[in-house]
């Protein structure tokens, strides 16, 4: 009885209302129907699935003004508005989701790593994990195709360009001395931990116009937002000794690191090429804050300060007691950020940066004292439109003041300058279809020390060619201040500039990636002076040139072999330069003309450890022989290492580390130093260039205290 | 680490007599889940999610059905976009009910999908990640067995990796297991499942640390 009044009711009360039937068909951009889309109208239990044809068809009580809405996954959802009787054979065209892993990205030149990034060329623990980059991310990074090996300089050479052409960028803002100071054939290493960043973009070309005074690569490095947890750690090396701290509140963090290396107990017992009168000894300290606002607002502040000494006495072929280098340097940095979302899909970044880099040289009997003061200041807005279109424009401003005083016997003298730079920037980004996208920047430039204005436009584009594999395109005007070097004792030039042409493939495939990249760059404007070295009376000009072309080629596997993984790298490079004080066009001493790379990482389960092998070779580097006709015409022999390391977890938070360079202590060449004058035969004598020591042996405990027994410090390796 | 896919073996108290729209709808995506019908359950919780704006369990479920079939899928672009979805889904419960125990451990669990992918590449952030999420759900709810639960078993699952003793570990679980069986289970299609799973782990406990 109950059950009839109700079904009665319900018949009843079904007549009484009208009912529409919404029906139509899903599409997607080609006309092919999409099934298992979820159509409904919103803020109603009104809706259903499409069917197999895209077909859907529901009844609705409801009246007036609707949202019908129809999501799918890999699709952006649709919503629209209108009268019920609207969707009434309707035809919904759903439009591709550009922000998904498998859409086209515009890539050309660059390199990702970190766990943010669409491809990942290294993941973030392979920066410290990589066998003969020894926690040095510049080391890890000299593995990927691109890059050239200086082994006695260690900075990053790329594709023909010179360290100084490279720059380094936290959070948006410039590094102005990323390197710690070092001397002749000592490898100097980044100053910069590589545990306080999240992600790595390397660009070895064709970079955002956001990036300037930089004419061969960027490397941008984003830093941590907020750290995990409270914690201390600490650690024992066979060169010194680091703590570290981080602190948590509510909306703000702060860590903590100092760390004091010393290279006396490892000289001792293994001694190397050098005199050292006084080995390797630095102190540096880091502490970045971080406030979030209650908006999600951003503001971090990192600085750094060290202090590195040193006295040895290097070999010299013309001196018989060697030359006799000592520095004392003090390095001041601070970077800080600020990150905020207005309205409308606007947000904002601003920062500044600021350097101040004191160092005291004793070169043989001379003194220097260089001072550079260094700033850079900078807003970004971002505006969303949509996951399609994308504004950014900015303004940035840059300071340096150098200055040098050079005191020996007979000379006192000052040099300086001022080289401020005023830049102002635009970019798009557009996705015309999950296949197809392009970015389009223009920089602007004003120097003031130089008096000009540059103009740089930089296009990039995109096409992915099958499921795949994807093309791009990018193209690049580059223009960078002459180097500190020559300002110092000139000022009249312009701008050194590049051109870069690049073409690249990629596939991606279940934990594989090839890529393979060519490019064309065309450098103009070269700074060229008429004696051996830069100085002062030299009379210097812009009238150098050289060109760079070649092919990288890059494979990662991290899915054939069972708990290993492995990349490698190989880069042809062939480019010759008319610079600086040479005669003729010839191939830089810097630049080698094959380098490939093998790294290889295989987690050892049963014994809780990670071993790395890495192997690098290089081939010849040029150099001038005085005995023969011909500048840059000889080659020295080829360059090999064969790196091992090996990270032992004793227990989650404990952490024994150990690592060889060049296990093989295989003699390199890196060049060759010439007598300046003949010996009684006639004949120049010669003095090979070889690192100062054919094997680095590293071992270091490391031991973090924290309430999560699982964290340790790998990434501190 | 071992996936933990706990609460997959929901077991649901539903009042027969299913009247509103609410308790037809939820009762239907339900038995959809329960004959494998993952995409239709998604999509009907993400309905009833349209309609019911300020109840936070359709679109939890919606995100954690996502996250579970996300397991042990081989492409990388459709577990990003499936998990990346599933995000969505929970950042819409969170926004609904702020600080809830139960969405602050699937949003672990959305990390731990990631982290069983490819270890090495979303290990190192995301473990750190899960910690805090655990950390923070126990303070709010110190009480709430499924809590207790997936942060033991997320802490046996790195014992395990270091080949330390899982004892200890042994106890959170009894203690788990009691919490559950205290529970009052008072809110419909609250996610109240989890005993189940928590007796079995204890029992392979027992088996696992037993002298001999």
Request: aromatic share 14%.
């Amino acid at each position: 009885m109950k059950a009839l009044s109700l079904l009665l009711f319900t018949l009843i009360h079904v007549n009484l209302i009208s009912q529409t039937t919404v029906y139509g068909k899903v599409i997607d951009n080609q006309g092919i129907p999409i099934m298992g889309a979820n159509v409904y109208l919103e803020g109603t239990y009104d809706g259903t699935a499409t069917s197999e044809n895209g077909l859907f068809s529901f009844e609705t009580e409801e009246q007036g003004e609707q949202t019908l809405i129809v999501s799918s996954i890999s699709f952006e959802t649709y919503s629209k508005s209108a009268e019920i009787n609207f969707f009434n054979n309707i035809i919904i065209k759903l439009k591709d989701d550009v922000n998904t892993l498998d859409a086209v990205t515009v890539n050309a030149g660059t390199f990702n790593a970190g766990d943010n990034a669409k491809v990942t060329a290294l993941k973030p623990l392979d920066i410290v994990t990589t066998a003969g980059a020894l926690g040095d991310f510049v080391g890890a990074l000299q593995t990927l195709p691109g890059t050239s090996n200086v082994a006695e300089d260690g900075r990053l050479f790329v594709r023909g360009g010179d360290a100084e052409e490279t720059q380094i960028f936290v959070d948006g803002m410039r590094v102005f001395t990323p390197y710690s100071p070092s001397t002749n054939n000592i490898p100097t290493r980044g100053r910069l931990s590589p545990f306080l960043f999240k992600g790595i973009t390397f660009s070895t070309g064709g970079y955002s116009a956001e990036y300037g005074q930089a004419l061969s690569s960027v490397l941008l490095l984003t830093s941590i937002d907020e750290p995990q947890e409270e914690k201390t750690e600490i650690s024992i090396m066979s060169v010194g000794v680091g703590l570290g701290n981080t602190q948590k509140w509510k909306n703000s963090s702060l860590s903590l690191n100092i760390s004091y290396i010393n290279l006396t107990p490892y000289q001792k017992i293994y001694s190397d090429d050098n005199d050292w009168h006084k080995p390797v000894a630095s102190l540096s300290g880091e502490a970045v804050y971080r406030y979030k606002f209650n908006n999600d607002a951003l503001l971090k502040v990192y600085s750094a300060y060290s202090a590195v000494n040193f006295d040895l006495t290097q070999k010299d072929i013309n001196e018989i007691d060697g030359i006799r280098f000592g520095l004392k340097n003090k390095n001041l940095y601070v970077n800080s950020s600020y990150k905020d979302f207005l309205k409308k899909d606007w947000s904002i970044v601003s920062g500044v940066s600021f350097a101040n880099d004191y160092s005291e040289i004793n070169y043989s009997l001379a003194e220097i004292t260089d001072i550079e003061n260094s700033a850079h200041l900078k807003t970004t807005l971002n505006k969303y439109f949509s996951s399609r279109y994308k504004l950014s424009f900015g303004a940035e401003y840059f300071i340096t003041n150098f200055s040098e005083n050079y005191r020996d016997s007979s000379i006192d003298r000052l040099y300086t300058f001022d080289n401020n730079i005023l830049s102002s920037f635009v970019e798009t980004d557009i996705f015309f279809s999950k296949k197809l996208a392009t970015k389009i920047g223009l920089r602007g430039e004003y120097s003031e020390l130089l008096q000009e204005f540059n103009l740089s436009p930089r296009i990039s584009l995109a096409y992915k060619s099958g499921e795949n594999s994807q093309f791009s395109l990018a193209y690049g005007k580059f223009f960078q201040n002459p180097k500190n070097e020559y300002l110092k004792y000139d000022t009249n030039f312009t701008a050194e500039n590049t051109t870069h042409y690049i073409a690249n493939y990629q596939y991606v495939k279940n934990k594989q990636i090839f890529r393979a990249e060519a490019y064309y760059k065309d450098y103009n404007d070269l700074v060229k002076y008429d004696t051996p070295v830069a100085l002062p009376i030299s009379s210097y000009s812009n009238s150098g040139n050289g060109y760079a072309k070649g092919l990288d080629i890059f494979w990662r596997d991290n899915k054939s072999i069972k708990n290993t993984e492995y990349w490698l790298s190989y880069s042809y490079l062939d480019t010759e330069r008319d610079f600086q004080n040479y005669p003729t066009k010839a191939t830089p001493n810097f630049a080698s003309t094959h380098n490939a790379s093998i790294v290889l990482k295989c987690w050892i389960e049963d014994w809780k450890s990670q071993a790395g092998l890495s192997y690098n070779f290089a081939s010849g580097r040029n150099y001038t022989n005085p005995n023969k006709r011909g500048f840059l015409t000889e080659q020295a022999k080829n360059f090999h290492s064969l790196n091992f390391n090996y990270a032992y977890l004793m227990s989650p938070q404990k952490i024994l580390y150990f690592s060889i360079s060049n296990v093989l202590g295989t003699q390199n060449i890196n060049g060759y130093q010439y007598a300046n004058e003949a010996n009684t035969n006639g004949i120049f004598d010669r003095r090979a260039i070889t690192p100062a020591a054919d094997r680095f042996f590293f071992v270091g405990f490391f031991w973090t205290i924290s309430d999560n027994k699982n964290d340790n410090q790998l990434d501190n390796l | 680490m071992k996936t933990i896919l706990l609460i997959a073996s929901f077991i649901f108290t539903i009042s027969l007599t299913a009247q509103t729209p609410y308790e037809k709808g939820m009762t239907k995506a339900f038995e959809l889940w329960g004959n494998q019908k993952n995409t239709e359950a998604i999509q009907l919780f993400e309905r009833i999610a349209s309609a019911e704006t300020d109840n936070w369990l359709p679109s939890y479920y919606a995100g954690l059905i996502e996250i579970i079939t996300s397991f042990n899928i081989k492409d990388e672009a459709l577990l990003t976009t499936k998990l990346t979805r599933a995000k969505g889904y929970l950042d819409n419960a969170a926004t609904i009910s702020e600080n809830n125990p139960e969405i602050l451990v699937s949003y672990a669990l959305l990390n731990t999908a990631y982290i069983a992918f490819d270890g090495q590449k979303y290990g190192m952030s995301l473990s750190g990640e899960n910690i805090a999420l655990y950390k923070k759900a126990a303070s709010i709810a110190p009480n709430n067995p499924r809590v207790l639960l997936s942060k033991t078993e997320w802490d046996m699952g790195s014992a395990k990796f270091f080949e330390k003793s899982i004892a200890p570990y042994c106890e959170d679980i009894d203690q788990a297991i009691v919490l559950f069986e205290e529970e009052k289970q008072t809110i419909p299609f609250y996610p109240y499942s989890g005993l189940e799973r928590a007796k079995e782990i204890s029992s392979n406990c027992k088996k696992e640390t037993s002298p001999n």
